[in-house]
């Protein structure tokens, strides 16, 4: 615990609480930077993932549906009728994958929740050392 000197002038008060306001803005403003570097990073990280598998995987699943056609047509159903089949049950999924995705990025917010519970937790510890135990304000004397 500091050492408290109670023979301070007012304009060495008014100092310290201009530099300790000073040291907990540029700390602050620090700990919201590196956390919304680092939710930046997580989704453009994700994002980059989610492209490169798109693109491997959209020519693969065509030749699955082409495949899929094909063999409902062996099975004596009408190339119309089995390409209608095929491309209902795709439409039917891809549906389902684009709103379950929608609802993850919603999830994902890019907010940096650290730093306002830093912020919170400080305006807390500002409030109580202003205060006494038993909720009077202190004076100096």
Known sequence: MAVVNFNR???ELLADVLNNFTLLVRKETQL??????EKIGELALGLGLLVGGAVLLIPAL??????????????????????LIV???????????????VS???????????????????????????RNDDGTTQRAA
């Open 9 to 11: 002038s007012i304009p």
């Open 32 to 37: 919201a930077r590196v956390e919304m570097s």
């Open 62 to 83: 065509v030749i699955l549906l082409q495949s899929a056609v094909a063999g409902l047509e062996a099975a004596g159903i009408g190339s119309a009728w089995a390409a």
């Open 87 to 101: 491309g209902g049950a795709a439409l039917l999924i891809g549906l389902v994958l684009l709103a379950f995705g």
């Open 104 to 130: 993850r990025l919603k999830a994902a917010r890019p907010v940096p929740t650290r730093t306002i519970e830093q912020l919170q937790l400080d305006a807390e510890v500002a409030k109580s050392q202003v």
